[in-house]
Protein backbone atom coordinates (compact mmCIF):
# COMPACT_ATOMS: atom_id res chain seq x y z
CA UNK A 1 0.00 0.00 0.00
CA UNK A 2 3.06 2.68 0.57
CA UNK A 3 4.40 1.50 -2.50
CA UNK A 4 1.21 1.89 -4.12
CA UNK A 5 0.28 5.79 -2.27
CA UNK A 6 3.92 6.67 -3.76
CA UNK A 7 3.58 6.15 -6.90
CA UNK A 8 0.23 7.63 -7.17
CA UNK A 9 1.90 10.84 -5.11
CA UNK A 10 4.29 11.02 -7.35
CA UNK A 11 2.11 10.75 -10.89
CA UNK A 12 0.21 13.75 -9.52
CA UNK A 13 3.36 15.87 -9.07
CA UNK A 14 4.68 14.50 -12.37
CA UNK A 15 0.67 15.50 -13.69
CA UNK A 16 1.35 18.63 -12.59
CA UNK A 17 4.42 19.56 -14.15
CA UNK A 18 3.31 18.76 -17.26
CA UNK A 19 0.87 20.78 -16.93
CA UNK A 20 2.79 23.88 -16.11
CA UNK A 21 4.86 23.00 -19.11
CA UNK A 22 1.63 23.23 -21.17
CA UNK A 23 0.37 26.13 -19.86
CA UNK A 24 4.13 27.87 -20.83
CA UNK A 25 3.81 26.39 -24.36
CA UNK A 26 0.58 27.97 -25.00
CA UNK A 27 1.70 31.27 -23.65
CA UNK A 28 1.93 34.33 -26.72
CA UNK A 29 5.21 35.29 -24.83
CA UNK A 30 6.43 33.67 -22.23
CA UNK A 31 7.46 35.58 -19.09
CA UNK A 32 9.94 34.40 -17.02
CA UNK A 33 8.26 36.57 -14.17
CA UNK A 34 4.45 36.24 -14.81
CA UNK A 35 5.38 32.28 -14.99
CA UNK A 36 6.94 32.67 -10.94
CA UNK A 37 3.58 34.95 -9.61
CA UNK A 38 1.15 32.30 -11.23
CA UNK A 39 2.21 28.98 -11.12
CA UNK A 40 5.19 28.90 -8.00
CA UNK A 41 5.79 30.48 -4.71
CA UNK A 42 8.16 29.71 -2.60
CA UNK A 43 6.27 27.33 -0.59
CA UNK A 44 5.54 25.60 -3.52
CA UNK A 45 9.37 25.73 -4.41
CA UNK A 46 10.75 24.65 -0.87
CA UNK A 47 8.22 21.58 -1.20
CA UNK A 48 9.31 20.62 -4.71
CA UNK A 49 12.90 20.64 -3.81
CA UNK A 50 12.50 18.79 -1.00
CA UNK A 51 10.65 16.38 -3.17
CA UNK A 52 13.48 16.20 -5.23
CA UNK A 53 15.97 15.43 -2.72
CA UNK A 54 14.32 12.78 -1.04
CA UNK A 55 13.34 11.36 -4.28
CA UNK A 56 17.39 11.30 -5.60
CA UNK A 57 17.71 9.58 -2.25
CA UNK A 58 15.68 7.28 -2.93
CA UNK A 59 16.90 6.45 -6.52
CA UNK A 60 20.56 6.36 -4.78
CA UNK A 61 19.94 3.64 -2.49
CA UNK A 62 17.87 1.40 -5.47
CA UNK A 63 21.34 1.61 -7.42
CA UNK A 64 22.99 0.58 -4.17
CA UNK A 65 25.22 3.71 -4.17
CA UNK A 66 24.20 4.44 -0.61
CA UNK A 67 22.86 2.32 1.87
CA UNK A 68 19.73 3.68 3.45
CA UNK A 69 18.07 1.40 6.70
CA UNK A 70 14.33 0.13 6.22
CA UNK A 71 13.35 2.39 9.16
CA UNK A 72 14.72 5.26 7.89
CA UNK A 73 13.52 4.65 4.25
CA UNK A 74 10.14 4.17 5.30
CA UNK A 75 10.02 6.92 7.10
CA UNK A 76 11.41 9.09 3.97
CA UNK A 77 9.13 7.64 1.74
CA UNK A 78 5.94 8.20 4.04
CA UNK A 79 7.80 12.15 4.16
CA UNK A 80 7.67 11.89 0.37
CA UNK A 81 3.82 11.04 -0.26
CA UNK A 82 2.97 13.68 2.68
CA UNK A 83 5.23 16.76 0.52
CA UNK A 84 4.14 15.15 -3.28
CA UNK A 85 0.75 15.31 -1.73
CA UNK A 86 0.84 19.11 -0.80
CA UNK A 87 2.69 19.97 -3.73
CA UNK A 88 0.29 18.66 -5.87
CA UNK A 89 -3.04 20.09 -3.93
CA UNK A 90 -1.47 23.51 -3.63
CA UNK A 91 0.05 23.44 -7.21
CA UNK A 92 -3.32 22.36 -8.65
CA UNK A 93 -5.05 25.42 -7.11
CA UNK A 94 -2.71 28.19 -7.98
CA UNK A 95 -3.54 26.97 -11.58
CA UNK A 96 -7.36 26.25 -11.18
CA UNK A 97 -8.47 28.33 -9.09
CA UNK A 98 -8.56 31.51 -11.28
CA UNK A 99 -10.40 29.07 -13.56
CA UNK A 100 -13.37 28.02 -11.27
CA UNK A 101 -13.41 31.87 -10.37
CA UNK A 102 -13.88 32.85 -13.49
CA UNK A 103 -16.89 30.45 -14.25
CA UNK A 104 -19.50 32.74 -12.23
CA UNK A 105 -20.73 36.42 -13.36
CA UNK A 106 -21.01 37.46 -9.70
CA UNK A 107 -18.39 38.40 -7.32
CA UNK A 108 -20.39 36.44 -4.50
CA UNK A 109 -21.07 33.45 -6.28
CA UNK A 110 -17.43 33.13 -7.40
CA UNK A 111 -16.04 33.88 -3.86
CA UNK A 112 -18.03 31.61 -2.19
CA UNK A 113 -17.91 27.80 -5.16
CA UNK A 114 -13.81 29.12 -5.79
CA UNK A 115 -13.89 28.61 -1.44
CA UNK A 116 -15.72 25.07 -1.35
CA UNK A 117 -13.34 24.25 -4.02
CA UNK A 118 -10.38 25.02 -2.22
CA UNK A 119 -11.75 23.38 0.97
CA UNK A 120 -12.45 19.99 -1.66
CA UNK A 121 -8.70 20.14 -3.01
CA UNK A 122 -7.46 19.94 0.46
CA UNK A 123 -10.00 17.54 1.89
CA UNK A 124 -9.07 15.37 -0.68
CA UNK A 125 -5.21 16.08 0.25
CA UNK A 126 -5.68 14.99 3.87
CA UNK A 127 -7.94 11.90 3.24
CA UNK A 128 -5.02 10.69 1.13
CA UNK A 129 -2.68 11.21 3.57
CA UNK A 130 -4.39 9.84 6.49
CA UNK A 131 -5.42 7.05 4.26
CA UNK A 132 -1.22 6.19 4.16
CA UNK A 133 -0.77 6.35 7.84
CA UNK A 134 -3.37 3.58 7.99
CA UNK A 135 -6.64 6.08 9.09
CA UNK A 136 -9.67 4.77 8.07
CA UNK A 137 -12.69 6.52 6.71
CA UNK A 138 -14.41 5.52 9.58
CA UNK A 139 -12.02 6.62 12.18
CA UNK A 140 -11.72 10.03 10.15
CA UNK A 141 -15.42 10.72 10.78
CA UNK A 142 -15.31 9.32 14.38
CA UNK A 143 -12.94 12.12 15.16
CA UNK A 144 -14.53 14.72 13.02
CA UNK A 145 -17.30 14.02 14.68
CA UNK A 146 -16.07 14.18 18.48
CA UNK A 147 -13.60 17.14 17.57
CA UNK A 148 -16.58 19.08 16.38
CA UNK A 149 -18.78 18.10 19.40
CA UNK A 150 -15.49 19.24 22.01
CA UNK A 151 -15.40 22.58 20.29
CA UNK A 152 -18.59 23.53 19.34
CA UNK A 153 -19.21 25.56 22.67
CA UNK A 154 -15.45 26.88 22.33
CA UNK A 155 -15.58 28.18 18.98
CA UNK A 156 -19.18 29.56 19.16
CA UNK A 157 -18.39 32.84 17.58
CA UNK A 158 -16.51 31.61 15.04
CA UNK A 159 -18.99 28.47 14.04
CA UNK A 160 -21.72 31.54 14.14
CA UNK A 161 -19.01 33.87 11.45
CA UNK A 162 -18.61 30.45 9.41
CA UNK A 163 -22.58 30.49 8.81
CA UNK A 164 -22.93 34.29 8.37
CA UNK A 165 -20.42 33.88 5.96
CA UNK A 166 -22.67 31.50 3.88
CA UNK A 167 -25.71 33.36 4.54
CA UNK A 168 -24.52 36.70 3.08
CA UNK A 169 -23.10 34.96 -0.19
CA UNK A 170 -25.96 32.97 -0.64
CA UNK A 171 -29.06 34.86 0.32
CA UNK A 172 -27.14 38.24 -0.50
CA UNK A 173 -28.81 40.77 1.75
CA UNK A 174 -26.20 43.11 -0.19
CA UNK A 175 -23.79 43.35 -2.40
CA UNK A 176 -19.74 43.96 -2.74
CA UNK A 177 -20.14 47.56 -3.44
CA UNK A 178 -23.11 48.78 -2.25
CA UNK A 179 -23.01 51.48 1.12
CA UNK A 180 -24.74 49.46 4.54
CA UNK A 181 -25.31 50.42 7.57
CA UNK A 182 -25.09 47.68 10.80
CA UNK A 183 -25.42 49.03 13.97
CA UNK A 184 -23.52 52.20 14.47
CA UNK A 185 -21.46 51.58 11.14
CA UNK A 186 -21.80 52.27 7.99
CA UNK A 187 -19.83 52.48 4.55
CA UNK A 188 -19.49 50.45 1.34
CA UNK A 189 -18.80 46.74 1.56
CA UNK A 190 -14.77 46.14 0.30
CA UNK A 191 -14.95 42.13 0.73
CA UNK A 192 -16.90 39.47 2.48
CA UNK A 193 -14.71 37.14 4.23
CA UNK A 194 -14.78 33.95 5.25
CA UNK A 195 -15.11 35.76 8.58
CA UNK A 196 -15.25 39.33 8.43
CA UNK A 197 -16.94 42.46 6.25
CA UNK A 198 -14.58 45.13 5.68
CA UNK A 199 -16.24 48.06 5.62
CA UNK A 200 -14.65 51.42 3.57
CA UNK A 201 -15.54 54.59 5.84
CA UNK A 202 -14.17 57.47 3.32
CA UNK A 203 -13.49 57.22 -0.15
CA UNK A 204 -10.51 59.80 0.46
CA UNK A 205 -8.51 57.34 3.20
CA UNK A 206 -8.43 53.81 1.20
CA UNK A 207 -6.75 52.40 4.56
CA UNK A 208 -9.51 53.65 6.80
CA UNK A 209 -12.23 50.32 6.97
CA UNK A 210 -13.88 48.53 9.74
CA UNK A 211 -13.88 45.01 10.00
CA UNK A 212 -17.08 43.63 11.26
CA UNK A 213 -17.45 39.56 12.39
CA UNK A 214 -19.83 38.17 10.43
CA UNK A 215 -21.81 36.73 13.31
CA UNK A 216 -22.77 40.57 14.11
CA UNK A 217 -24.64 40.41 10.54
CA UNK A 218 -26.95 37.19 12.39
CA UNK A 219 -28.10 39.44 15.29
CA UNK A 220 -28.42 43.00 13.87
CA UNK A 221 -30.71 44.64 11.72
CA UNK A 222 -28.98 45.56 8.20
CA UNK A 223 -29.91 48.98 6.22
CA UNK A 224 -28.75 48.68 2.44
CA UNK A 225 -28.51 52.56 1.54
CA UNK A 226 -27.56 52.37 -1.90
CA UNK A 227 -24.81 51.28 -4.27
CA UNK A 228 -23.73 53.91 -6.56
CA UNK A 229 -25.17 56.99 -4.02
CA UNK A 230 -25.73 56.77 -0.12
CA UNK A 231 -29.40 56.78 0.90
CA UNK A 232 -29.84 59.56 3.69
CA UNK A 233 -32.77 60.64 6.08
CA UNK A 234 -33.00 63.17 8.73
CA UNK A 235 -36.21 63.91 10.72
CA UNK A 236 -36.92 67.19 12.66
CA UNK A 237 -39.69 67.05 15.39
CA UNK A 238 -42.32 70.03 14.48
CA UNK A 239 -44.38 71.80 17.18
CA UNK A 240 -46.61 72.63 14.64
CA UNK A 241 -47.55 72.65 10.85
CA UNK A 242 -47.16 75.92 9.07
CA UNK A 243 -50.10 77.16 7.39
CA UNK A 244 -48.22 77.38 3.73
CA UNK A 245 -46.11 74.57 4.50
CA UNK A 246 -46.73 73.06 0.87
CA UNK A 247 -45.25 76.10 -0.70
CA UNK A 248 -42.64 76.37 2.27
CA UNK A 249 -41.67 72.28 1.24
CA UNK A 250 -41.58 73.09 -2.07
CA UNK A 251 -39.29 76.09 -1.89
CA UNK A 252 -37.05 73.60 0.12
CA UNK A 253 -37.26 70.69 -2.50
CA UNK A 254 -35.52 73.47 -5.28
CA UNK A 255 -33.15 74.39 -2.48
CA UNK A 256 -32.10 70.75 -1.95
CA UNK A 257 -31.71 69.90 -5.57
CA UNK A 258 -29.09 72.71 -6.05
CA UNK A 259 -27.28 71.40 -3.19
CA UNK A 260 -27.30 67.46 -3.59
CA UNK A 261 -27.37 67.84 -7.76
CA UNK A 262 -29.62 64.50 -7.59
CA UNK A 263 -33.16 64.27 -7.95
CA UNK A 264 -33.47 60.62 -7.49
CA UNK A 265 -35.65 59.78 -3.72
CA UNK A 266 -35.46 63.48 -3.26
CA UNK A 267 -38.29 64.54 -1.14
CA UNK A 268 -39.81 66.32 1.91
CA UNK A 269 -43.10 65.25 3.58
CA UNK A 270 -44.91 65.60 7.37
CA UNK A 271 -45.34 62.24 8.87
CA UNK A 272 -46.05 61.34 12.82
CA UNK A 273 -44.11 59.13 14.89
CA UNK A 274 -44.83 58.02 18.56
CA UNK A 275 -46.85 60.55 18.87
CA UNK A 276 -44.61 63.38 17.36
CA UNK A 277 -45.03 65.35 14.54
CA UNK A 278 -42.12 65.06 12.45
CA UNK A 279 -40.72 66.54 8.83
CA UNK A 280 -39.06 64.35 7.17
CA UNK A 281 -35.65 64.76 4.15
CA UNK A 282 -34.94 62.28 2.21
CA UNK A 283 -32.33 62.33 -0.68
CA UNK A 284 -29.35 60.52 -2.59
CA UNK A 285 -25.67 61.88 -2.37
CA UNK A 286 -22.18 60.46 -2.96
CA UNK A 287 -21.05 58.60 0.22
CA UNK A 288 -17.55 60.45 0.45
CA UNK A 289 -19.74 64.11 0.60
CA UNK A 290 -22.41 62.49 2.63
CA UNK A 291 -21.30 64.64 5.81
CA UNK A 292 -21.08 68.16 4.19
CA UNK A 293 -24.01 67.89 2.45
CA UNK A 294 -26.23 66.64 5.92
CA UNK A 295 -24.77 69.73 7.06
CA UNK A 296 -25.97 71.99 4.40
CA UNK A 297 -29.34 70.79 4.77
CA UNK A 298 -30.12 70.81 8.39
CA UNK A 299 -29.30 74.58 7.53
CA UNK A 300 -31.51 74.79 4.85
CA UNK A 301 -34.28 73.58 6.61
CA UNK A 302 -33.81 75.10 10.04
CA UNK A 303 -33.78 78.31 7.93
CA UNK A 304 -36.83 77.45 6.00
CA UNK A 305 -39.17 76.14 8.93
CA UNK A 306 -37.29 78.23 11.62
CA UNK A 307 -40.75 79.22 13.55
CA UNK A 308 -41.79 75.41 13.56
CA UNK A 309 -38.39 73.69 14.70
CA UNK A 310 -38.89 72.18 17.94
CA UNK A 311 -35.40 71.61 19.60
CA UNK A 312 -35.45 70.10 23.06
CA UNK A 313 -33.78 72.03 26.14
CA UNK A 314 -32.73 69.45 28.64
Not at 72 to 98: C, D, G, M, P, Q
Request: aromatic share 12%; net charge positive; charged share 20%.
Amino acid sequence: MVKKSIFIAEYGVSISILIIFYQVLNMKKPNIKEIRLKYLSVSVLVTLFTLILLQTAGYLDQQKIICIPNEFLKIINSVKLVIATIFFTTLLLRISIKRVYNLFDEVEESIFYSKIYSWTIYSIGAFVILHHFGVSLGNITLFIGLLATGLAFAIRDVLLSFFGWMILLRKKPFRIGDYIRIGDDVGKVLHIGTFYVLLDNTDHLPENFTRIPNRIFLEKSIVKLGTNLYHDKITFQLSAIPENHKEIQSLLVKDMQRITNKNELLSVYIDVINEKLLLVVEYMVDFENRHETRDSLIGLVINHFKNNIHIPVK
